[in-house]
């Protein structure tokens, strides 16, 4: 049932925000591991409670309601960029708004951190790798593997 789920998710968002290029989590899993391609920047779209219990290794918190990210005047509007949230419906409004200002090449990551983390791949507190995934809330949460599933208030 979670997958089916998850795929009825994927394509709402993707039907809300068709401009939007996704990239599946074993794409962007092979993608980090290759040394021949440049490597992505990785924007964690969620608040910063979740971005806290855990985040995928090298992502930056950005903040999603804010009209104004410091970081984006950092990125050259080419470099390749992967959004991500929970489910990916954030990141996908993101990644939507980060096109409009001119990035190129932005993508969302399908399933976003509750499929990464379902899929066993590796979630990061600061830089000490850890199992647990803040849920977002009871609903949503339930989307993420129960042994994956961060306590929180």
């Known amino acids: ?57 090298t992502a930056q918190f950005i903040d999603s309601n804010s009209s104004h990210n410091p970081i984006l005047e950092t990125l050259p509007k080419d470099a390749p960029i992967v959004v991500y949230c929970s489910v ?23 399933g976003s951190i509750f499929q990464w983390a ?7 507190q600061a830089d000490r790798l850890t199992s647990l995934v803040h849920p977002y809330n009871d609903t949503w949460g339930k989307l993420l593997n129960a042994h994956h599933r961060a306590q929180c208030p």
């Open 88 to 110: 990916g419906y954030r990141s996908a409004k993101l990644a939507q708004q980060l096109q409009q200002q001119g990035f190129a090449c932005v993508f969302n990551l399908e």
């Open 1 to 57: 049932m979670q997958t089916s789920l998850f795929n009825l998710i994927k394509q709402f968002i993707r039907l809300q925000f068709p401009t939007v290029r996704p990239i599946q989590t074993a794409d962007l899993a092979q993608w980090l591991e290759s040394s021949t391609q440049p490597q992505p920047i990785l924007l964690d779209a969620r608040t910063p409670p979740e971005f806290a219990v855990s985040h995928l290794p």
């Open 118 to 124: 379902n899929e066993e791949r590796p979630v990061y």
